[in-house]
């Protein structure tokens, strides 16, 4: 599984991998699907997007900003 976590990142790019790993980083995020143009993302139960959305649009962002 470790090697093909590490095929996934490569595919994916170092800003896709950085990505990942910020919004992977907020309390509540359970999978994340990263495609060209697309990007979803699946909370627990417990949680809701009115709580996890600002931390998400903060970590894109903060992703974006540190590629410029």
Sequence with gaps: ????LKEKLEK?????SD???KIF???GIIKISIQPYKLSIT???A??????????????????KEQE
Aim: glycine share 8%; aromatic share 6%.
């Design 1 to 4: 599984k470790e090697n093909e």
């Design 25 to 27: 980083s907020i309390e």
């Design 12 to 16: 994916i790019g170092p800003i896709g």
């Design 47 to 64: 949680f809701e997007w009115n709580d996890i959305d600002p931390e998400i649009i903060s970590a894109l962002e903060k992703c974006l």
């Design 19 to 21: 990505l990942l790993k």
């Design 43 to 45: 909370i627990g139960d």
